[in-house]
Structure formats: structure tokens, C-alpha cells
Nanobody, 120 residues
Framework: QVQLVESGGGLVQAGGSLRLSCVAS????????MGWYRQAPGKQRELVAV???????NYADSVKGRFTISRDNAKNTAYLQMNSLKPEDTAVYYC??????????????WGRGTQVTVSS
């Protein structure tokens, strides 16, 4: 069974940094893309950043220049380096991945989320 597990969330002061990790486990043939989404209280889930197998990236305007997404294909892992954090970055951050599995099709998976809280 394929699973995504996030880690690295926590409480940080404004201006600080955090690094999130997402590890995909199970029988996996390919992952493309991997991404991070976030959901703040009372708001819809939104895309933060996404990265393809070849390393192409896309970011939400609100995080450009502050967040960096990367991945280690050999480890089925994606990272989100978050710098210059702001209180408005406070949210639950979810890992998302489109994965080709042993049932010979692409499936979409979500992690359970990790809380990021930025104090002012």
C-alpha cells in the first residue's frame, strides 16, 4: 500500500525557517509530480509548490522567493524549504503525489498533513 508521510512541521517565529519532508513508501514505479499544498483554518486547500521528476518547479505567487521545493528521486522524497516565514503561512501542509503503482495506473495520493504555525 502506498503512503505519503510528512514531517518537519512545528512552531516558528516570523522570519524563521522550517524544512518539510515527504516520503513515499510502498511499491512505486514512478512519481510525477510531487507537490505541497496547504490549508489554513476556514480556507480552501491551495497549491504551494510542485516539482516534476525532471526538476521543473512551480510556486504559488505568495511563496516565490521564500520557499524552495526539491526532491530526491532515489529516495521517493520531496522537501520544502521555507524561509522568511510569515504568520499568514500558518496552515496544515499536505504532501501530494501522482504515483504509478503495481496496478499499472497513475493514482493520486495525499499525506495526512503536518502543522506549521508562524507566530508574529
Amino acid at each position: 500500500q502506498v503512503q505519503l508521510v510528512e514531517s518537519g512541521g512545528g512552531l516558528v517565529q516570523a522570519g524563521g525557517s522550517l524544512r518539510l519532508s515527504c516520503v513515499a513508501s510502498g511499491i512505486i514505479f514512478s512519481i510525477n509530480p510531487m507537490g505541497w499544498y496547504r490549508q489554513a483554518p476556514g480556507k480552501q486547500r491551495e497549491l504551494v509548490a510542485v516539482i516534476t521528476t525532471s526538476g521543473s518547479t512551480n510556486y504559488a505567487d505568495s511563496v516565490k522567493g521564500r520557499f524552495t521545493i526539491s526532491r530526491d528521486n532515489a529516495k521517493n522524497t520531496a522537501y520544502l524549504q521555507m524561509n522568511s516565514l510569515k504568520p499568514e503561512d500558518t496552515a496544515v501542509y499536505y504532501c501530494n503525489a501522482r504515483i504509478y503503482t503495481m496496478d499499472n495506473r497513475w493514482n493520486n495520493y495525499w499525506g495526512r498533513g503536518t502543522q506549521v504555525t508562524v507566530s508574529s
